[in-house]
Protein backbone atom coordinates (compact mmCIF):
# COMPACT_ATOMS: atom_id res chain seq x y z
CA UNK A 1 0.00 0.00 0.00
CA UNK A 2 1.20 3.22 -0.92
CA UNK A 3 1.79 5.97 1.71
CA UNK A 4 -1.08 8.65 1.35
CA UNK A 5 0.47 11.17 3.45
CA UNK A 6 4.01 10.83 1.25
CA UNK A 7 2.13 11.16 -1.82
CA UNK A 8 -0.10 14.39 -1.03
CA UNK A 9 3.60 15.99 0.62
CA UNK A 10 4.89 19.39 -1.01
CA UNK A 11 7.80 19.13 -2.51
CA UNK A 12 10.27 21.55 -0.69
CA UNK A 13 13.39 22.16 -2.71
CA UNK A 14 15.30 23.41 -0.11
CA UNK A 15 14.99 20.75 2.83
CA UNK A 16 15.42 17.82 0.30
CA UNK A 17 18.71 19.63 -1.30
CA UNK A 18 20.10 19.92 1.94
CA UNK A 19 18.95 16.35 2.75
CA UNK A 20 20.71 15.02 -0.43
CA UNK A 21 23.78 17.46 0.09
CA UNK A 22 24.04 16.12 3.42
CA UNK A 23 24.69 12.58 2.58
CA UNK A 24 25.87 12.98 -1.16
CA UNK A 25 28.81 15.32 0.21
CA UNK A 26 30.80 12.69 2.31
CA UNK A 27 30.05 9.62 0.00
CA UNK A 28 31.60 12.23 -3.02
CA UNK A 29 34.70 12.72 -0.22
CA UNK A 30 34.86 8.75 -0.34
CA UNK A 31 34.56 8.35 -4.38
CA UNK A 32 37.27 11.16 -5.30
CA UNK A 33 39.08 9.74 -2.30
CA UNK A 34 38.96 6.46 -4.61
CA UNK A 35 40.26 8.40 -8.03
CA UNK A 36 42.44 9.92 -5.87
CA UNK A 37 44.85 6.95 -5.18
CA UNK A 38 45.46 6.89 -9.02
CA UNK A 39 45.61 9.98 -9.51
CA UNK A 40 48.78 10.72 -6.90
CA UNK A 41 50.44 7.74 -8.57
CA UNK A 42 49.53 9.72 -11.95
CA UNK A 43 51.01 12.79 -10.98
CA UNK A 44 54.11 11.27 -9.09
CA UNK A 45 55.18 8.64 -11.60
CA UNK A 46 54.56 11.70 -14.32
CA UNK A 47 56.78 13.41 -12.89
CA UNK A 48 59.50 10.66 -12.34
CA UNK A 49 59.00 9.55 -15.81
CA UNK A 50 56.96 9.26 -18.92
CA UNK A 51 57.37 5.69 -19.69
CA UNK A 52 56.60 4.49 -16.33
CA UNK A 53 53.23 6.78 -16.54
CA UNK A 54 52.62 4.63 -19.85
CA UNK A 55 52.93 1.21 -17.76
CA UNK A 56 50.87 2.38 -15.25
CA UNK A 57 48.12 3.62 -17.81
CA UNK A 58 48.23 0.52 -19.73
CA UNK A 59 47.95 -1.63 -16.44
CA UNK A 60 45.16 0.03 -15.24
CA UNK A 61 43.25 -0.32 -18.76
CA UNK A 62 42.96 -3.72 -17.81
CA UNK A 63 42.61 -3.89 -13.66
CA UNK A 64 40.34 -1.06 -14.14
CA UNK A 65 37.34 -2.95 -16.02
CA UNK A 66 37.48 -6.04 -13.58
CA UNK A 67 37.21 -3.70 -10.89
CA UNK A 68 34.36 -1.18 -11.71
CA UNK A 69 32.60 -4.53 -13.11
CA UNK A 70 33.01 -6.23 -9.89
CA UNK A 71 32.00 -3.18 -7.66
CA UNK A 72 28.72 -2.86 -9.71
CA UNK A 73 28.00 -6.38 -8.89
CA UNK A 74 27.91 -5.68 -5.81
CA UNK A 75 25.83 -2.21 -5.59
CA UNK A 76 22.69 -4.82 -4.60
CA UNK A 77 24.36 -4.64 -0.97
CA UNK A 78 23.32 -0.52 -1.19
CA UNK A 79 19.70 -0.83 -2.43
CA UNK A 80 19.16 -3.48 -0.73
CA UNK A 81 20.14 -2.44 2.84
CA UNK A 82 18.72 1.30 1.61
CA UNK A 83 15.54 -0.32 1.04
CA UNK A 84 15.45 -2.69 4.41
CA UNK A 85 16.26 0.53 5.80
CA UNK A 86 13.24 2.74 4.33
CA UNK A 87 10.85 -0.27 5.08
CA UNK A 88 11.96 -0.30 9.18
CA UNK A 89 13.66 -3.77 9.01
CA UNK A 90 16.79 -3.77 10.96
CA UNK A 91 18.07 -6.96 10.59
CA UNK A 92 17.74 -6.96 6.71
CA UNK A 93 20.01 -4.49 6.95
CA UNK A 94 22.74 -6.61 8.38
CA UNK A 95 21.90 -9.35 6.32
CA UNK A 96 22.37 -7.80 3.29
CA UNK A 97 25.87 -6.56 4.68
CA UNK A 98 27.14 -10.47 5.71
CA UNK A 99 25.87 -11.26 2.23
CA UNK A 100 27.37 -8.58 0.09
CA UNK A 101 30.72 -8.85 2.36
CA UNK A 102 30.97 -12.53 1.03
CA UNK A 103 29.97 -12.19 -2.25
CA UNK A 104 32.17 -9.25 -2.36
CA UNK A 105 35.04 -11.06 -1.57
CA UNK A 106 34.13 -14.00 -3.93
CA UNK A 107 34.30 -12.07 -6.76
CA UNK A 108 37.61 -10.31 -5.86
CA UNK A 109 39.11 -13.43 -6.38
CA UNK A 110 37.72 -14.35 -9.44
CA UNK A 111 39.29 -11.00 -10.82
CA UNK A 112 42.43 -11.70 -9.28
CA UNK A 113 42.62 -14.69 -11.70
CA UNK A 114 41.57 -12.94 -14.27
CA UNK A 115 44.23 -9.76 -14.00
CA UNK A 116 46.88 -12.24 -13.93
CA UNK A 117 46.40 -12.91 -17.43
CA UNK A 118 46.96 -9.09 -18.31
CA UNK A 119 50.21 -8.89 -20.36
CA UNK A 120 48.76 -11.73 -22.70
CA UNK A 121 45.76 -9.37 -23.53
CA UNK A 122 48.31 -6.15 -23.74
CA UNK A 123 50.04 -8.33 -26.39
CA UNK A 124 46.88 -9.39 -28.50
CA UNK A 125 45.85 -5.84 -28.02
CA UNK A 126 48.82 -4.98 -30.13
CA UNK A 127 50.68 -2.98 -27.59
CA UNK A 128 54.51 -3.20 -28.15
CA UNK A 129 56.75 -6.07 -26.36
CA UNK A 130 58.08 -3.52 -24.08
CA UNK A 131 55.16 -1.94 -23.17
CA UNK A 132 53.17 -5.71 -22.61
CA UNK A 133 56.35 -7.20 -20.78
CA UNK A 134 56.06 -3.46 -18.15
CA UNK A 135 52.36 -3.52 -17.82
CA UNK A 136 52.24 -6.38 -17.21
CA UNK A 137 54.14 -6.53 -14.39
CA UNK A 138 51.98 -3.88 -13.02
CA UNK A 139 48.86 -5.33 -13.65
CA UNK A 140 49.93 -8.28 -11.87
CA UNK A 141 50.86 -6.71 -8.95
CA UNK A 142 47.42 -4.72 -9.07
CA UNK A 143 45.71 -7.35 -9.11
CA UNK A 144 46.67 -8.63 -5.31
CA UNK A 145 44.84 -5.70 -4.41
CA UNK A 146 41.66 -6.45 -6.18
CA UNK A 147 40.11 -8.29 -3.76
CA UNK A 148 40.82 -6.30 -0.42
CA UNK A 149 39.41 -3.44 -2.59
CA UNK A 150 35.81 -4.67 -3.56
CA UNK A 151 35.29 -5.83 -0.02
CA UNK A 152 36.38 -2.34 0.75
CA UNK A 153 33.90 -0.47 -1.32
CA UNK A 154 31.09 -3.09 -0.49
CA UNK A 155 31.43 -2.42 3.01
CA UNK A 156 31.48 1.47 2.20
CA UNK A 157 27.88 0.58 0.51
CA UNK A 158 26.05 -0.82 3.37
CA UNK A 159 27.71 1.97 5.50
CA UNK A 160 26.35 4.95 3.19
CA UNK A 161 22.69 3.05 2.87
CA UNK A 162 22.46 3.82 6.56
CA UNK A 163 23.20 7.58 6.05
CA UNK A 164 26.84 7.32 7.66
CA UNK A 165 29.00 7.84 4.99
CA UNK A 166 31.57 9.88 7.09
CA UNK A 167 33.71 7.11 8.49
CA UNK A 168 34.43 5.51 4.62
CA UNK A 169 35.35 9.11 3.69
CA UNK A 170 37.98 9.34 6.63
CA UNK A 171 39.24 5.64 6.26
CA UNK A 172 39.60 7.01 2.25
CA UNK A 173 41.77 10.35 3.19
CA UNK A 174 43.48 8.36 5.37
CA UNK A 175 44.79 5.71 2.91
CA UNK A 176 45.90 8.81 0.52
CA UNK A 177 47.90 9.70 2.60
CA UNK A 178 49.98 6.39 3.48
CA UNK A 179 49.58 6.00 -0.50
CA UNK A 180 51.40 8.87 -1.05
CA UNK A 181 54.12 8.11 1.60
CA UNK A 182 54.38 4.29 0.02
CA UNK A 183 54.63 5.77 -3.21
CA UNK A 184 57.75 8.55 -2.17
CA UNK A 185 59.66 5.72 -0.75
CA UNK A 186 59.30 2.89 -3.54
CA UNK A 187 58.54 4.80 -6.37
CA UNK A 188 61.45 7.40 -6.18
CA UNK A 189 63.65 4.94 -4.03
CA UNK A 190 64.00 6.73 -0.21
CA UNK A 191 64.73 5.34 3.00
CA UNK A 192 66.84 3.03 1.57
CA UNK A 193 64.51 1.26 -1.39
CA UNK A 194 65.76 1.24 -4.47
CA UNK A 195 63.42 3.10 -7.13
CA UNK A 196 61.20 1.12 -8.51
CA UNK A 197 58.79 3.14 -10.58
CA UNK A 198 55.46 2.10 -11.70
CA UNK A 199 56.17 -1.35 -9.86
CA UNK A 200 56.52 0.53 -6.52
CA UNK A 201 53.57 2.37 -7.32
CA UNK A 202 51.48 -0.81 -7.64
CA UNK A 203 52.76 -2.44 -4.74
CA UNK A 204 52.17 0.88 -2.81
CA UNK A 205 48.34 0.73 -4.14
CA UNK A 206 48.01 -2.68 -3.29
CA UNK A 207 49.37 -2.26 0.40
CA UNK A 208 46.78 0.44 1.05
CA UNK A 209 43.85 -1.36 -0.51
CA UNK A 210 44.31 -4.17 2.23
CA UNK A 211 45.01 -2.15 4.92
CA UNK A 212 41.27 -0.47 4.23
CA UNK A 213 39.79 -3.70 3.72
CA UNK A 214 40.34 -4.78 7.34
CA UNK A 215 39.92 -1.26 9.31
CA UNK A 216 36.28 -1.10 7.34
CA UNK A 217 35.43 -4.74 8.31
CA UNK A 218 36.32 -4.30 12.40
CA UNK A 219 34.48 -0.94 12.25
CA UNK A 220 31.15 -2.68 10.87
CA UNK A 221 31.77 -5.09 13.40
CA UNK A 222 31.99 -3.30 16.18
CA UNK A 223 29.31 -0.87 15.21
CA UNK A 224 27.16 0.21 18.87
CA UNK A 225 24.18 -0.51 17.45
CA UNK A 226 25.87 -4.24 15.48
CA UNK A 227 23.31 -6.37 17.62
CA UNK A 228 20.09 -4.36 16.41
CA UNK A 229 21.51 -4.17 12.92
CA UNK A 230 22.03 -8.39 13.32
CA UNK A 231 25.58 -7.80 12.33
CA UNK A 232 26.66 -10.66 13.61
CA UNK A 233 24.14 -12.78 13.19
CA UNK A 234 24.44 -15.19 10.05
CA UNK A 235 21.60 -14.73 7.53
CA UNK A 236 18.78 -16.96 6.70
CA UNK A 237 16.79 -17.80 3.91
CA UNK A 238 19.07 -19.02 1.60
CA UNK A 239 20.43 -18.42 -1.83
CA UNK A 240 16.94 -17.20 -3.08
CA UNK A 241 15.99 -14.82 0.01
CA UNK A 242 18.63 -12.38 -1.42
CA UNK A 243 17.70 -12.64 -5.17
CA UNK A 244 17.01 -8.76 -5.27
CA UNK A 245 20.12 -7.82 -4.05
CA UNK A 246 21.89 -9.71 -6.71
CA UNK A 247 19.82 -9.01 -9.44
CA UNK A 248 20.67 -5.23 -8.72
CA UNK A 249 23.72 -6.26 -8.90
CA UNK A 250 24.17 -7.85 -12.21
CA UNK A 251 22.05 -4.65 -13.78
CA UNK A 252 25.14 -2.05 -12.25
CA UNK A 253 27.66 -4.68 -12.69
CA UNK A 254 26.74 -5.25 -16.68
CA UNK A 255 26.15 -1.38 -17.06
CA UNK A 256 29.83 -0.64 -15.81
CA UNK A 257 31.29 -3.46 -17.20
CA UNK A 258 30.46 -2.53 -20.44
CA UNK A 259 31.61 0.90 -19.94
CA UNK A 260 34.42 1.01 -18.37
CA UNK A 261 35.40 -2.15 -20.94
CA UNK A 262 34.97 0.65 -23.48
CA UNK A 263 36.91 3.08 -22.15
CA UNK A 264 39.92 0.84 -21.35
CA UNK A 265 39.49 0.12 -25.27
CA UNK A 266 40.33 3.35 -25.46
CA UNK A 267 43.56 3.53 -23.71
CA UNK A 268 44.55 0.73 -26.03
CA UNK A 269 43.39 2.70 -29.01
CA UNK A 270 45.63 5.55 -27.51
CA UNK A 271 48.45 3.42 -26.86
CA UNK A 272 48.23 2.53 -30.67
CA UNK A 273 48.90 6.58 -30.87
CA UNK A 274 52.12 6.75 -29.19
CA UNK A 275 53.75 7.15 -25.94
CA UNK A 276 53.08 10.49 -25.72
CA UNK A 277 49.35 10.56 -27.10
CA UNK A 278 48.88 7.86 -24.42
CA UNK A 279 50.23 9.55 -21.42
CA UNK A 280 48.63 12.74 -22.53
CA UNK A 281 45.17 10.89 -22.93
CA UNK A 282 45.57 9.40 -19.81
CA UNK A 283 46.23 12.38 -17.51
CA UNK A 284 43.05 13.66 -19.49
CA UNK A 285 41.24 10.82 -18.31
CA UNK A 286 42.17 10.91 -14.98
CA UNK A 287 40.74 14.50 -14.86
CA UNK A 288 37.38 13.29 -16.18
CA UNK A 289 37.71 10.20 -13.41
CA UNK A 290 38.28 12.79 -11.02
CA UNK A 291 35.04 15.25 -11.59
CA UNK A 292 32.96 11.61 -12.68
CA UNK A 293 33.40 10.88 -8.79
CA UNK A 294 31.43 13.97 -7.80
CA UNK A 295 28.76 12.46 -10.19
CA UNK A 296 29.14 9.00 -8.72
CA UNK A 297 28.90 10.20 -5.47
CA UNK A 298 25.92 11.96 -6.02
CA UNK A 299 24.39 8.92 -7.76
CA UNK A 300 25.02 6.95 -4.80
CA UNK A 301 23.33 9.21 -2.78
CA UNK A 302 20.45 9.48 -5.27
CA UNK A 303 19.98 5.55 -4.67
CA UNK A 304 20.05 5.52 -1.08
CA UNK A 305 16.85 8.17 -0.90
CA UNK A 306 15.35 6.41 -3.85
CA UNK A 307 15.97 3.63 -1.96
CA UNK A 308 14.47 4.46 1.38
CA UNK A 309 10.83 6.06 -0.27
CA UNK A 310 10.68 2.80 -2.49
CA UNK A 311 11.28 0.94 1.15
CA UNK A 312 8.53 3.02 2.46
CA UNK A 313 6.50 2.81 -0.53
CA UNK A 314 6.50 6.24 -1.40
CA UNK A 315 6.12 6.40 -5.51
CA UNK A 316 6.26 10.43 -5.48
CA UNK A 317 9.47 10.43 -2.60
CA UNK A 318 11.40 7.99 -5.78
CA UNK A 319 10.28 10.58 -8.38
CA UNK A 320 11.60 13.66 -6.37
CA UNK A 321 14.66 12.22 -5.41
CA UNK A 322 15.65 11.34 -8.59
CA UNK A 323 14.66 14.70 -10.46
CA UNK A 324 16.59 16.32 -7.37
CA UNK A 325 20.08 14.43 -7.80
CA UNK A 326 20.10 14.97 -11.57
CA UNK A 327 19.58 19.12 -10.85
CA UNK A 328 22.23 19.59 -8.44
CA UNK A 329 24.66 17.51 -10.53
CA UNK A 330 24.39 18.89 -13.32
CA UNK A 331 25.06 22.52 -11.53
CA UNK A 332 27.97 20.84 -9.67
CA UNK A 333 29.08 19.65 -13.95
CA UNK A 334 28.90 23.20 -14.64
CA UNK A 335 30.87 24.88 -12.41
CA UNK A 336 33.94 21.93 -12.72
CA UNK A 337 33.95 21.70 -15.67
CA UNK A 338 34.43 25.82 -16.28
CA UNK A 339 37.20 25.48 -13.99
CA UNK A 340 38.57 22.60 -16.16
CA UNK A 341 38.69 24.08 -18.89
CA UNK A 342 40.20 27.72 -17.96
CA UNK A 343 42.54 25.97 -15.79
CA UNK A 344 43.61 23.13 -18.35
CA UNK A 345 47.45 24.41 -18.74
CA UNK A 346 48.14 24.98 -15.55
CA UNK A 347 46.55 21.60 -14.64
CA UNK A 348 48.41 19.89 -17.22
CA UNK A 349 52.04 21.42 -15.86
CA UNK A 350 51.20 19.85 -12.45
CA UNK A 351 50.95 16.60 -13.70
CA UNK A 352 54.04 16.39 -15.89
CA UNK A 353 57.21 18.33 -16.58
CA UNK A 354 58.08 16.92 -20.41
CA UNK A 355 57.47 19.99 -22.42
CA UNK A 356 55.54 17.98 -25.06
CA UNK A 357 53.65 15.73 -22.64
CA UNK A 358 52.14 19.32 -21.01
CA UNK A 359 51.53 21.01 -24.56
CA UNK A 360 49.57 17.64 -25.51
CA UNK A 361 47.45 17.17 -21.91
CA UNK A 362 46.28 21.00 -21.74
CA UNK A 363 43.74 21.14 -24.80
CA UNK A 364 42.52 17.39 -23.77
CA UNK A 365 41.66 18.34 -20.48
CA UNK A 366 39.91 21.43 -21.23
CA UNK A 367 37.62 19.32 -23.71
CA UNK A 368 37.04 17.14 -20.60
CA UNK A 369 35.07 20.35 -19.33
CA UNK A 370 32.41 19.87 -22.18
CA UNK A 371 31.80 15.83 -21.52
CA UNK A 372 30.73 15.97 -18.09
CA UNK A 373 26.95 17.33 -17.56
CA UNK A 374 26.16 14.21 -20.22
CA UNK A 375 28.32 12.19 -18.44
CA UNK A 376 27.75 13.05 -15.48
CA UNK A 377 23.97 12.90 -15.60
CA UNK A 378 23.70 9.51 -17.32
CA UNK A 379 25.40 8.14 -13.83
CA UNK A 380 23.08 9.74 -11.37
CA UNK A 381 19.93 8.55 -13.31
CA UNK A 382 21.32 5.47 -13.80
CA UNK A 383 21.68 5.21 -10.31
CA UNK A 384 18.26 6.31 -9.71
CA UNK A 385 16.36 4.01 -11.53
CA UNK A 386 18.00 0.85 -9.99
CA UNK A 387 17.27 2.25 -6.65
CA UNK A 388 13.56 1.65 -7.71
CA UNK A 389 14.61 -1.51 -8.66
CA UNK A 390 14.61 -0.95 -12.52
CA UNK A 391 17.58 -3.16 -13.42
CA UNK A 392 16.93 -3.04 -17.39
CA UNK A 393 16.73 0.33 -18.66
CA UNK A 394 20.80 1.09 -17.45
CA UNK A 395 22.09 -1.87 -18.85
CA UNK A 396 20.49 -0.99 -22.74
CA UNK A 397 21.78 2.38 -22.34
CA UNK A 398 25.12 1.60 -21.82
CA UNK A 399 25.67 -1.41 -24.24
CA UNK A 400 24.30 0.74 -26.82
CA UNK A 401 26.06 4.13 -26.01
CA UNK A 402 29.52 2.70 -25.05
CA UNK A 403 29.54 -0.24 -26.96
CA UNK A 404 27.91 0.20 -30.02
CA UNK A 405 28.21 3.98 -30.67
CA UNK A 406 31.10 5.25 -28.22
CA UNK A 407 33.68 2.19 -29.55
CA UNK A 408 33.35 2.34 -32.97
CA UNK A 409 33.79 6.51 -33.23
CA UNK A 410 37.00 6.28 -31.12
CA UNK A 411 38.25 4.30 -33.63
CA UNK A 412 37.43 6.30 -36.23
CA UNK A 413 37.75 9.59 -35.01
CA UNK A 414 41.28 8.57 -33.44
CA UNK A 415 42.96 6.27 -35.98
CA UNK A 416 41.09 6.48 -39.76
CA UNK A 417 40.56 10.37 -39.33
CA UNK A 418 43.88 11.21 -37.66
CA UNK A 419 41.77 13.17 -34.87
CA UNK A 420 44.35 11.17 -32.53
CA UNK A 421 43.77 11.17 -28.61
CA UNK A 422 41.58 14.56 -29.17
CA UNK A 423 39.04 12.22 -31.08
CA UNK A 424 38.48 9.55 -28.31
CA UNK A 425 37.43 12.10 -25.78
CA UNK A 426 34.53 13.30 -28.81
CA UNK A 427 33.51 9.73 -29.21
CA UNK A 428 32.75 9.96 -25.07
CA UNK A 429 30.99 12.85 -25.45
CA UNK A 430 28.26 11.66 -28.16
CA UNK A 431 28.25 8.45 -26.10
CA UNK A 432 27.25 10.37 -23.18
CA UNK A 433 24.68 12.53 -24.96
CA UNK A 434 23.00 9.25 -25.99
CA UNK A 435 23.15 7.73 -23.01
CA UNK A 436 21.76 10.62 -20.73
CA UNK A 437 18.97 11.03 -23.27
CA UNK A 438 17.73 7.33 -23.03
CA UNK A 439 17.16 7.17 -19.06
CA UNK A 440 15.80 11.20 -18.94
CA UNK A 441 13.23 9.69 -20.91
CA UNK A 442 13.36 5.89 -19.14
CA UNK A 443 13.00 8.03 -15.64
CA UNK A 444 10.42 10.72 -16.81
CA UNK A 445 8.03 7.47 -17.92
CA UNK A 446 8.82 5.28 -14.95
CA UNK A 447 8.07 8.07 -12.56
CA UNK A 448 4.83 9.30 -14.81
CA UNK A 449 3.53 5.73 -14.95
CA UNK A 450 4.38 5.02 -10.64
CA UNK A 451 1.91 8.69 -10.26
CA UNK A 452 -0.70 7.28 -12.35
CA UNK A 453 -1.10 3.67 -10.58
CA UNK A 454 -0.91 5.39 -7.54
CA UNK A 455 -3.89 8.04 -8.21
Known amino acids: MIDDSAISRPLNVGSETKALLRLAVPVIGSRIGMLTMSLIDTIMLGRFATAELAYQSIAIAITVPLFVTTIGLCLGTLVETARAKGAGDDAGCGAAWRRGTVYAAGL ?38 LPFMIVYVTCSYFLEAL ?57 IWNLADHERLCIRKPATGGWQAWRV ?85 SVAMFVLGGLLFVFAPWIAKGFAVDAALVAAAGPLIAFIGIILI ?28 YLLVMMPLSWLLALKFERGAAGILEAILIASVVAAALLVWRFYHVSRRARIEDA
Request: hydrophobic share 55%; proline share 2%; net charge positive.
Open 374 to 401: PDGGQVVLSHALRGRGDTVAPVFSHFLS
Open 163 to 219: KRPAMPMIMMATGNLLNIFLNWMWIYGNLGFGALGAIGSAWATTSVRAVLAAAIIVY
Open 245 to 329: QRRIGYSAGASQGVESLAFSMQSLIAGLLGTIALAAYSIAFQMLGMVFMVALGMGSATAVLVGHAWGAKDAPGMARAGWLGLGVN
Open 108 to 145: GLVCLGLALAGEWVLQLSGQSAELSEHGGQVVRILALG
